[in-house]
């Protein structure tokens, strides 16, 4: 549902934002990073709330050794976006990202599909590549969150399953990300910075461990952050979400960010169907066949309520010009 926009060749300098923190940007160039702020006429002339973001291209200008003023960004090709906490505003999380790698663990913290399926959802209203990690696999040797993941292989969404600590599926994970800018990016506790340091042994990184009380991680990657692991591959670590808020996404357009759900959206007696009470709803006949998976659908009904609700609330005129000012 995003545009895309051509950044090769010469039209953009290799530039990217790395870091962010507070009113400074630390942009790697060929010649090393910069400290950067940026200019103030481009203050203006771009939305507060993503200004600037980790994975953005952008065009410095040197003041000094070591610093530097952006004084342009590039269209965004892709981008992670959610729904700011606590406001009407889009929250773009990272930019430019060849894929999403959404991390779940095996154990501790125990594995949500609620989360998964909103992640994905996210993915695909905006044309996101997804790998799906099981990480902690060690923690799950009778193979049970493994075996609930196989709705999600048959469908087409890529598994890699990996373990830091016995150094399980690290090779495959490598070949999944060699080459690309990828992003790291699922609950906290399940590993997600665990799995950058198994790849950069020399990066100082702070890992939490999961809380004994709630069973639910504890946040220790406040930022994101863009890694380069080597020439051509990078990974963006990206903090723990508890809640994923949807980013004006309206409810007709959930059942094409099902996958599976495509081949039967013709096939309805009603152009409007929203697959959840219609009578003769071609979804909801696969799923009564067991051709769709009953537990996706589930979460597919409840998601539609969330949309319904936050339509009727904002209305649908807000919707639409959410919609219009959340590409950057």
């Given amino acids: 549902m995003t545009e895309d926009a051509d950044h090769s060749g010469d039209a953009w300098p290799a530039n990217i934002v790395i870091r962010v923190r507070g009113p400074y940007y630390d942009v790697l160039t060929p010649e090393g990073v910069l400290r950067c702020v940026v200019r103030g006429a481009l203050k203006k002339e771009r939305r507060r709330e993503d200004l600037v973001v980790v994975g953005d291209r952008v065009v410095v200008r040197v003041v000094a050794p070591g610093e530097g003023v952006i004084e342009a960004v590039a269209p965004r090709r892709r981008a992670l976006v959610r729904r700011a906490r606590d406001r009407e505003a889009a929250q773009v999380i990272v930019a430019n990202l060849d894929q999403l790698v959404v991390v779940m663990a095996a154990a501790q913290p125990e594995l949500s599909l609620g989360m998964l399926d909103r992640?994905?959802?996210?993915?695909?209203?905006?044309?996101?590549?997804?790998?799906?990690?099981?990480?902690?696999?060690?923690?799950?040797?009778?193979?049970?969150?493994?075996?609930?993941?196989?709705?999600?292989?048959?469908?087409?969404?890529?598994?890699?399953?990996?373990?830091?600590?016995?150094?399980?599926?690290?090779?495959e994970l490598w070949q999944t990300i060699e080459g690309k800018l990828s992003a790291l990016a699922g609950p906290s506790g399940v590993g997600k910075t665990s799995l950058v340091k198994a790849f950069r042994p020399d990066l100082e990184l702070r890992i939490g461990a999961v809380s004994e009380a709630t069973g639910r991680g504890r946040h220790t990657t406040t930022a994101s952050e863009l890694i380069q692991l080597d020439e051509r591959t990078f990974l963006v670590d990206t903090p723990g979400i508890g809640v994923l808020h949807l980013w004006a996404i309206l409810p007709e357009e959930l059942d094409r960010c099902f996958r599976e759900f495509r081949p039967y959206l013709g096939a309805c007696p009603y152009r409007d169907c929203r697959h959840l009470d219609e009578p003769g709803c071609a979804v909801r006949a696969a799923v009564e066949a067991g051709v769709i998976d009953a537990g996706r659908y589930e979460r597919y009904r409840a998601l539609y309520q969330d949309l319904a609700e936050e339509t009727e609330r904002y209305g649908r005129w807000e919707i639409e010009r959410l919609r219009r000012g959340r590409r950057a």
């Fill in 119 to 171: 992640f994905l959802v996210v993915a695909e209203s905006q044309d996101l590549p997804t790998v799906i990690c099981l990480n902690k696999i060690d923690l799950d040797p009778a193979g049970r969150a493994r075996a609930v993941l196989a709705p999600y292989r048959a469908i087409g969404y890529p598994v890699v399953e990996t373990s830091v600590a016995s150094g399980a599926g690290l090779h």
